[in-house]
Nanobody
Framework: QVHLVESGGGLVQAGGSLRLSCAASGRTFIRYAMGWFRQAPGKERQFVAGISWSGGVTLYADAVKGRFTISRDNAKNTVSLQMNSLNSEDTAVYYC????????????????WGQGTQVTVSS
């Protein structure tokens, strides 16, 4: 079992920045890939970014590429998402997740999910 807790969400003006963090506890000795997904009201959950266990491989959704950066600190069992140049399309609940299989853009490949943190971008 892995427990994930996100933090760092909030209200920000368009063009601003936020940094989301996710703290993992539990079976963290297992080599997990980690990712961030988001879900806006009335929309499906969508992939945002992912990072391999070593941190050597990262994936981004086209919508956030060049604006968002995912990173991880295995010593602290944390993963972060730096979000810059935010716009109203980024408004959503952001979820941290882990995969014991592989880094993927598919939500079905991920095993454990946090409770989510709200990000609201005002125009």
């Amino acid at each position: 079992q892995v427990h994930l807790v996100e933090s760092g969400g909030g209200l920000v003006q368009a063009g601003g920045s936020l940094r989301l963090s996710c703290a993992a506890s539990g079976r963290t000795f297992i080599r997990y890939a980690m990712g961030w997904f988001r879900q806006a009201p009335g929309k499906e959950r969508q992939f945002v970014a992912g990072i391999s266990w070593s941190g050597g491989v990262t994936l981004y959704a086209d919508a956030v590429k060049g604006r968002f950066t995912i990173s991880r600190d295995n010593a602290k069992n944390t993963v972060s998402l730096q979000m810059n140049s935010l716009n109203s399309e980024d408004t959503a609940v952001y979820y941290c997740t882990t995969s014991s299989s592989r880094l993927s853009r598919l939500a079905t490949e991920y095993d454990y999910w946090g409770q989510g943190t709200q990000v609201t971008v005002s125009s």
